[in-house]
Every structure is written in structure tokens, then in C-alpha cells.
């Protein structure tokens, strides 16, 4: 009887040569894939500039991708409002003006002689009214004249007195001069009318958006007609030669780079390269912020970002924002 048992052997013997060389391949293979390259994200200094003071859109003096320069106008705005408070405040400046003034000067000479002409009938009143009251006391002491007259003519003694009172105490008031606390009040009132006028004209020039540094204009937020809100960022743009580097490392391979190191990297279009500096590495919290496409690392390891600042800004100028770059 025939037996197969020699080319079983073969076989078996067959497929255990198959089985490691395809573990050799796959070992080769693993060793031959080359290590992936840390990719990152050009960016650059963003700015923006809004209103102070909320108005309608009358004109825009300048488009998207425009350059422009600290100081040039941007955007008018139609503000009526102010407009209506600086008459407001204008007229209560003149006001407190002329009342600080008068406090100052003291009463006019016609009002002095009106007073004095007030004075001088108040007190012939007055002696009338006491020659009154002298008879009558007379005439009540000999029962000529009964309580409830001399009451009456007394109470008219009391009254020409209280007048005369009066009247004497401002004519004395005016000689003498205005007090001095009262001038101060008049000069505290048109100090604040000024101090209205003068923030109702700053709130009016406040109608045009100033650049307050150079920028490159990315977007505009509203057209001509809208109403932009103080405060909302009308105008977004990029600082001019502000360009640098983000990377994301994984904890595994931060130790190669330093603060202060020199790095080499390379755009992913144009084939441009150059050289930086990194300037600062700090640990990310947030997975939103990793630049690197398809981060390769552990769930566990901690997650660092390192930013690159060119040395030479004039040769990546013309980089787009978020376009990628090679760490070399």
C-alpha cells in the first residue's frame, strides 16, 4: 500500500517558506516607509477696526485687498444724532457762559437804581405804617379804638417791616458785590456745558473710520447704506510683513526643537525655501487648534505648538494665509 506521507512534507514545508517571507516583506516594507514630515500653517498678525459711534454708512473709500496705511480714511458714517447734541450742548454753553459771566460783574447799573427806588418806597411805607401804628396805640389806650383794628394795624406794621427787611438786605447784597461762592457755581455749570460740547464734537469726528496702522484689507463687512454698530468690526485685515509659522508637535518629538533654534521649512507650492526662527513653543488644550494635517501621535501624549518667525519677511510676503509649509 502507497503512502503520501514524502509529499505532505513538501508541502507543509512549502508554505512554511511562503509564510516568512511574507513576514520579511512586511518587515521590509515597515522599515522602508519613511518618516512623515511635520507640516504646519502660514498665518499672519490680524487687525481690524470698527466704529466708535453707531451710524449709517454714507461712503467707502477703499476695496478688499487694498494696502493701506495708518491714517488713511477708510469709511464715513451719517451719525444726525451727535449732530443734534452738539446743538444741545452749544446752546447750554452759552447759557452757563453768560450766567458765569453776570455772576462775575455783578448786578447792571439799572438794576442797582431800581433797587434803590425799591428801597426808597419800602421804607416811606414803612415809616407810614409805624406813624399808623403810633396813633393807634394812643387811641386804644383811651378805648377809641377797638382789639381787632389795632391787630390789624399792627400786622400791616409787621409787614412793611418784613418788606423793608428784604429789600435792604439785597440793595446790600448788590453793593458789596457778587458771593464768591456763587461765581464759582456759575464757573463749575458752563465748565460742564464745555466738557458736554467738547465730547459731543469727539463723538462727531468719530463719523470717519482712521486706520490706526498699516493693513492689508482681507474683508469688508457692510456696504454703503448699512448701519454698523459701534464697536463691529467693519474693516479685517493682515498686518503688512507679519508673517510666521505654526506647528503642530507631539510630545514624542518636541525635544528636538529649542526656543532660539534655527529651523529650515519649505512651501508646499512653488517649491520656496527658507529659514526661520522659533520663537516660542507652548502646550495646546484644544484638538481645534492643531495646524498639522493628520496629526500623527498618541491619544495620550501632550500636544505643543511652535511658532517660526522668517528671517527674511520680504521672501515669504508672498505666501497665502493658511497655505501650508514643510518643517525640514
Known amino acids: 500500500m502507497l503512502t503520501n506521507k514524502p509529499q505532505y512534507k513538501m508541502k507543509n514545508y512549502t508554505l512554511k517558506i511562503v509564510a516568512v517571507a511574507s513576514v520579511l516583506s512586511l518587515v521590509a516594507c515597515k522599515k522602508e516607509t519613511p518618516e512623515k514630515l511635520t ?28 494696502t493701506v496705511k495708518a491714517g488713511d480714511t477708510l469709511a464715513m458714517l451719517d451719525v444726525p444724532e451727535v449732530s443734534a447734541k452738539i446743538a444741545q450742548a452749544k446752546g447750554a454753553t452759552e447759557a452757563a457762559t453768560a450766567q458765569a459771566q453776570m455772576a462775575k460783574n455783578g448786578a447792571t447799573a439799572d438794576q442797582l437804581r431800581q433797587l434803590k427806588a425799591k428801597y426808597k418806597g419800602l ?8 406813624k399808623s401804628f403810633n396813633r393807634a396805640q394812643n387811641m386804644y389806650r383811651d378805648s377809641l379804638l377797638s382789639p381787632q383794628s389795632y391787630d390789624e394795624i399792627y400786622a400791616k406794621l409787621q409787614g412793611a417791616k418784613a418788606q423793608f427787611d428784604a429789600v435792604n438786605a439785597e440793595l446790600h447784597d448788590v453793593e ?89 521649512m519649505k512651501s508646499t507650492y512653488g517649491n520656496l525655501q527658507f529659514s526661520g526662527k522659533i520663537v516660542s513653543i507652548k502646550q495646546l488644550t484644544r484638538y481645534a487648534d492643531i495646524t498639522t494635517a493628520f496629526p500623527d501621535y498618541q491619544p495620550e501624549d501632550a500636544v505643543y505648538e511652535i511658532k517660526v518667525v522668517p528671517n527674511d519677511n520680504a521672501k515669504v510676503n508672498s505666501l497665502l494665509v493658511n497655505s501650508s509649509v514643510i518643517l525640514e
Not at 43 to 63: D, M, N, Q
Not at 123 to 130: D, I
Not at 211 to 232: C, F, K, P, Q, R
Open 176 to 264: 458789596i458785590g457778587t458771593r464768591i461762592e456763587k461765581i464759582e457755581m456759575a464757573l463749575g455749570q458752563e465748565n460742564q456745558a464745555r466738557g458736554a460740547l467738547q465730547e459731543a464734537n469727539v463723538a462727531y469726528s468719530e463719523r470717519y473710520i482712521i486706520a490706526t496702522n498699516d493693513m492689508e484689507i482681507e474683508t469688508i463687512s457692510l456696504n454703503v447704506g448699512e448701519l454698523a454698530t459701534a464697536g463691529y468690526a467693519l474693516f479685517n485685515g493682515y498686518i503688512p510683513n507679519s508673517t510666521y509659522f505654526r506647528f503642530t508637535i507631539p510630545e514624542s518629538k518636541i525635544a528636538k526643537y529649542q526656543k532660539g533654534m534655527i529651523v529650515n
Open 123 to 130: 421804607k416811606e411805607q414803612y415809616e407810614y405804617a409805624q
Open 39 to 66: 507640516e504646519g500653517k502660514t498665518k499672519k498678525e490680524i487687525v481690524s477696526f470698527a466704529p466708535k459711534v453707531t451710524g449709517r454708512i454714507l461712503k467707502i473709500y477703499v476695496k478688499e485687498g487694498q
